[in-house]
């Protein structure tokens, strides 16, 4: 049974809300009966059940092992199994990401989790670079840039014009690996157009015709 929080205020109408962590808060006025309540819940079940679903879907994009079995790797559902170790570690085998932990703390998983997944998407990206560093950088007469990785919520990447490197972000390793490939172009598409104009978006298109569908990728919050 799904915990339901009780609000109540100087208002007329009744409001339901679900919480990140699938609790129902109810907010209605000062002398809304027991069972009205209960009633009004009852017959938003099916949107609950959905927004639930949605909020646990989107927990789990985030989760890196630390809240829960689910991690999603290169868009991938894998299953977190801990196993006690001497040095901390994680590795991913088919469905199953392993994290070999000295102790099994949420500090411990997380930075485990994000140096697997920087070392993942690092070696991905160094597949990919050569094709941009020489249709982009070579091409136009500008130096090969660093690339360095990151973990940032608000950035997928970031081009530091100016100063010749580009940042990923370690959150793009819970996407498919074309999230990827879109981001690495976009931050070099930035060495020619600085700013997010059409010729930017032509040039882009230029390089990857289905970048549209790539960049869709990021916007879900199911993978
Ligand atoms: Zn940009």
């Known amino acids: 049974m799904t915990e339901i929080e009780v609000v109540r205020k100087k208002i007329k109408n009744m409001y339901l809300r679900v919480r990140e962590d699938g609790s129902l808060l109810v ?8 069972k009205d309540i209960l009633r009004f819940v009852s017959s ?27 991690v999603y790797w290169l868009g991938e559902k894998k299953y977190a199994v801990y196993v006690q170790a001497k040095r901390d570690s994680c590795t991913v085998d088919g469905d199953i990401i392993t994290f070999y932990l000295k102790e099994e703390t949420a500090e411990r998983i997380q930075k485990a989790f994000r140096k697997a997944a920087n070392d993942k998407l690092m070696s991905l990206i160094n597949e ?4 941009w560093d020489r249709k982009i950088c070579e091409a136009a007469g500008l130096q090969i840039p660093e690339i360095n990785m990151r973990y940032m919520t608000g950035r997928w990447g970031v081009n530091h014009i100016g100063k010749n490197y580009i940042t990923m972000s370690t959150r793009l390793i819970h996407y498919p690996v074309e999230a990827l490939e879109y981001v690495l ?18 040039t882009v298109r230029h390089f990857m015709p289905e970048y549209k569908a790539y960049e869709k990728l990021l916007k879900q919050e199911v993978l």
Not at 47 to 65: D, F, T
Request: proline share 4%; with cysteine; aromatic share 12%.
């Open 27 to 34: 907010t209605c006025g000062r002398y809304t009966a027991q």
């Open 44 to 70: 938003r079940e099916e949107w609950i059940i959905k927004a639930q679903l949605r909020m646990q879907k989107h927990e789990s994009v985030n989760r890196e092992g630390v809240n829960g079995p689910v």
């Open 128 to 131: 990919y670079r050569g094709e």
């Open 185 to 202: 172009l976009h931050e070099y598409v930035h060495f020619l157009v600085p700013d997010h104009s059409r010729r930017f978006y032509s």
